[in-house]
């Protein structure tokens, strides 16, 4: 009843409104744990969860799903990878993230030789693929998934996509395009909502069952290493109303579901001669 004050809800369950009994909360929290990737430097394994959400989402459920995945992900990488605590700078190469490189920066820090960033060259808004190359060889990528030109880059050891695959018409083609940027080993960490509301950036088209997506990622030649689909037909209802992470329990939000995850996300690797051992990185505290 509550959240039914001024007879408002929210479109989806992302961020409260002004009304809201979290908002404070809200707002607090995200000053108070505000997660910047600027510094370049991954989070302690002993951090908690809410040191992988990015800004101005403190209390989303799918960004916590989304943090507790990357741990698990980077935990399979490094055994995957013979990674045991010593840490070689670059030894994972180049690595790639839609819009901005929170999670490879968090997840991955000095593991990454560079933080590369894609972002989508919508015609309808007049733009054009562009490649941005800064000085110290970090990359700014501006193209389409569907329409990747001649010049994009084939040379990613990692590539995070978190909740873009369903902004895109052809999942097929985007998922074949994403493989042929992976060097061979290279790895793939993949989200997508099962349950969501509409949000179109600028489109939504489709919503994923765990067995969708592992099936659309092994067409396009890439062996999926595991798959995980956090939830609960509860936790699912209650996101849609606007119930945040602080009503539930994090069993409640990270366990298993069955029948109603809200979001499912997978690892996967390139077949191929595995990739191993990027070039040293370059001092972090140069100017990028």
Not at 77 to 92: A, F, H, Q, V, Y
Not at 105 to 128: E, I, T, W
Not at 134 to 145: F, K, N, P, Q, S
Request: with cysteine.
């Amino acid at each position: 009843a509550t959240l039914g004050e001024n007879n408002r809800l929210p479109l989806r369950g992302f961020e409260p409104f002004p009304g809201d009994p979290l908002y404070d909360l809200w707002r607090g929290a995200d000053r108070r744990d505000f997660q910047s990737w600027v510094d370049g430097e991954n989070v302690p394994e002993d951090s908690p969860l809410s040191s992988l959400v990015p800004e101005g989402q403190p209390l989303a459920i799918g960004r916590i799903q989304a943090a507790e995945f990357l741990r698990k992900a980077r935990a399979s990488i490094d055994k995957l990878s013979g990674l045991t605590g010593d840490e070689i700078p670059g030894i994972l190469g180049r690595c790639l993230e839609w819009d901005e490189p929170f999670y490879v920066v968090k997840g991955f820090g000095s593991l990454c030789r560079h933080f590369d960033v894609l972002q989508y060259a919508n015609p309808d808004a007049g733009q054009n693929p562009e490649r941005r190359i800064y000085r110290m060889g970090t990359r700014v990528l501006i193209a389409d998934v569907l329409k990747l030109p001649s010049w994009f880059p084939r040379d990613y050891g990692v590539i995070v996509c978190f909740f873009v695959l369903e902004h895109v018409p052809d999942p097929h083609t985007a998922l074949r395009s994403i493989s042929r940027m992976l060097l061979p080993g290279g790895f793939l960490l993949l989200g997508a909502p099962f349950i969501d509301g509409v949000h179109a950036c600028p489109d939504d088209f489709f919503r994923y069952t765990p067995r969708g997506l592992q099936h659309i990622t092994e067409a396009a030649g890439l062996e999926v290493i595991f798959s995980f689909s956090p939830g609960s037909p509860a936790v699912a209802a209650g996101d849609l109303l606007g119930l945040k992470s602080s009503y539930w329990r994090g069993s409640d939000m990270l366990g298993e579901a069955n029948t109603h995850p809200g979001n499912v996300f997978l690892l996967a690797r390139k077949r191929g001669q595995h990739h191993r051992l990027g070039p040293p990185r370059p001092n972090l505290s140069s100017t990028v």
